[in-house]
């Protein structure tokens, strides 16, 4: 049955994300040249004088200097000016009209600041969602994560499954299902610390069995942290055990000090009076304090023993959400377990899961599942039991994170999605390379503007939006010299074998490659080219040939093209996302829909949610 629901923080208008994305769009038609380039072809395309009119001294003095700090510096300025100086109409400042090439460092700086979420305003805080979404229930759970992932998963898992509890109470449902799960980690947390009943979809058996050995090791370190945690409250209860008898004594010799006569005391009084001038004071404190410990004991048992209670629930709800396999049976130290038949064991074992599963709540159920998820998938033929459930996906690969929204859509059993894509260079494009591809749903772009616009990334933009800008600003570069050896590789395999366009790549051939001639010998077998023609002579030619060169390319990639794309990577992430929430705010059945900074972007860079919910009418 449907039931009134609380308001919803402000949604950015149809018409507000549209005009968002085209204003975003129409800059990066201008600057995806740069984005688009690739540090291998520098030496053979010429990039520095392709795409940049300034020398590279010019460019580094107004980035701050090279490096991590200059880059820092810069942005800074940026982001302090972008709203008071730039607007819409600046482009011919940015870029040469005629040659297209970049003519002003800083007008370009103020430009991408200019184009992010955060200036357009066309995301929710975090805060503003949860506050709306929690009402007068303000409950948290407290379980420190880190006990059992690493701190960038902690921060991850912590703050979204907190968010997904409160649109799942929002939307009265408790089954989640969760899109691209991987080893479980959102998973197993929404319904250890939640009791939601969670189904993980990941298509690769060996995550699902990763899932599945990762809850097997939560078991043991839930028991380690369970017993961390009944160590700490003894000792809490024995501490205000201790502290209470001097506390105590403090109160009976403060009220034997008062005057005992009081001419409307009961009988009880003047008893206490008159065998107060027989007893010394210090043996009431004594009597009062005695007194006081063994109820303080008896409190104290009866407290522990509510506690231990508590403990034992909260390690059947861990073992619930353990496989079957997992769970180890103890038998009494008065059995002979080496005695005990196989089918005995096996009895026992399905005994004592069958009274702990009695114990337990039945939603607090987690089931990670092995299969490939597409637009068309039924999520029926997976999941049995299907029923009102909200979708989510935490860095959701590629094309994986628009699907997801898709199905959202068509599915009437989703009633909301929370979603946060990453790997952008995996996305399938509609208006690239149209002549190898057949597909027919494509991962960009959603929305119908684009769509008329033909509008195309390129995998290399969309690469460079997978760069962190605050990761960089903060001293995380790229190594130059595994960059420059690959450049000059490849004007080997262009100038000595002809060849332009591969299928194969190189990889991580540089640290496992003792010197440059090394590189190149592993390299050309990997690409299946035929070193032997070519002498060890010949190869160090070419690398004393541009040994001198690569300044150059230090200078174009790390301190010029590379900073100028990761400055520009905000503004092509902004131009996914966009396409996404403009694709939901095309629908007709969705109530609220918006983009909501989730994470520290320096912990994990992919850190904005797509969000939806559809409306009541549809529940």
């Not at 197993?188 to 009943?197: A, E, V």
């Not at 409307?264 to 007194?291: K, M």
Request: glycine share 4%.
């Amino acid at each position: 049955m449907s039931r009134p629901r609380r308001a919803l923080p402000p949604q950015v208008a149809p018409a507000a994300a549209a005009a968002g994305l085209r204003r975003v769009a129409r800059f990066l038609a201008r600057a995806l040249p740069l984005c688009r380039a690739h540090a291998v072809e520098f030496y053979t395309r010429g990039l520095w004088d392709q795409l940049v009119a300034l020398r590279p001294e010019a460019v580094l003095e107004v980035l701050g200097g090279p490096g991590p700090l200059g880059l820092q510096r810069s942005l800074a300025e940026a982001a302090g000016a972008a709203a008071a100086q730039w607007d819409d109409c600046r482009f011919s400042s940015v870029f040469c009209e005629n040659s297209k090439k970049l003519i002003n460092v800083h007008a370009f700086a103020l430009a991408a600041k200019y184009y992010s979420l955060s200036n357009l305003g066309l995301y929710t805080s975090l805060e503003e969602i949860l506050e709306a979404l929690r009402g007068e229930h303000q409950e948290r759970n407290d379980i420190e994560t880190d006990e059992f992932m690493n701190n960038k998963k902690s921060h991850e898992v912590r703050v979204m499954s907190e968010l997904i509890d409160n649109i799942a109470n929002y939307c009265g449902i408790k089954q989640v299902i969760d899109i691209g799960s991987g080893k479980g980690y959102l998973s197993s947390f929404l319904s250890m610390c939640y009791n939601l009943k969670v189904y993980g979809i990941d298509s690769s058996n060996t995550n699902t069995d990763g899932a599945r050995e990762r809850n097997r090791k939560l078991k043991k370190h839930w028991r380690a942290y369970q017993s961390r945690a009944r160590a700490n409250l003894k000792s809490q209860r024995l501490e205000e055990v201790n502290d209470r008898p001097v506390q105590n004594e403090v109160k009976c010799k403060a009220s034997i000090n008062e005057n005992p006569v009081n001419n409307n005391s009961s009988l009880q009084s003047q008893d206490q009076v008159t065998t107060q001038g027989l007893v010394p004071s210090d043996v009431f404190t004594e009597i009062a304090t005695s007194e006081t410990n063994k109820q303080t004991e008896i409190n104290l048992m009866a407290q522990t023993q509510s506690d231990e209670s508590k403990l034992s629930e909260n390690v059947l709800a861990i073992l619930n959400v353990l496989p079957p396999d997992a769970v180890e049976v103890f038998a009494s130290s008065q059995c002979d377990c080496g005695e005990l038949c196989e089918e005995e064991k096996a009895q026992r074992k399905m005994a004592s899961l069958k009274a702990k599963a009695s114990k337990s709540s039945e939603s607090n159920l987690y089931f990670p599942l092995t299969s490939y998820i597409t637009a068309e998938t039924e999520l029926s033929d997976i999941i049995t039991d299907l029923e009102d459930s909200i979708m989510v996906g935490l860095h959701t690969c590629g094309d994986l994170a628009p699907n997801t929204l898709r199905i959202f859509i068509a599915k009437p059993e989703i009633k909301a999605v929370c979603s946060v894509g990453c790997c952008y260079h995996l996305l399938s494009e509609q208006y690239e390379n149209q002549e190898d591809c057949t597909e027919e749903v494509w991962g960009f772009p959603m929305c119908q503007y684009l769509k008329d616009e033909g509008w195309c990334c390129g995998r290399n933009a969309r690469m460079s939006a997978c760069l962190a800008l605050e990761r960089v600003a903060v001293g995380q570069m790229l190594p130059t010299e595994s960059l420059f050896y690959r450049a000059v590789l490849q004007v080997i395999i262009e100038e000595i074998y002809g060849v332009t366009k591969s299928d194969r790549h190189v990889g991580k051939m540089f640290s496992k490659s003792a010197s440059f001639l090394d590189y190149v010998r592993k390299s050309l077998k990997k690409l299946e080219l035929d070193d032997s023609k070519l002498p060890d002579s010949c190869i160090m030619d070419y690398y004393e040939k541009y040994k001198h060169r690569m300044n150059e390319l230090e200078a174009f990639n790390m301190h010029l093209i590379f900073q100028l794309k990761v400055v520009l990577a905000p503004c092509i992430e902004v131009l996914i996302l966009l396409d996404r929430l403009c694709y939901l705010k095309e629908q007709d059945n969705i109530a609220w829909s918006g983009l909501v900074k989730l994470f520290d972007p320096v912990k994990s860079p992919r850190c904005y949610a797509v969000i939806a919910l559809k409306k009541q009418s549809c529940f």
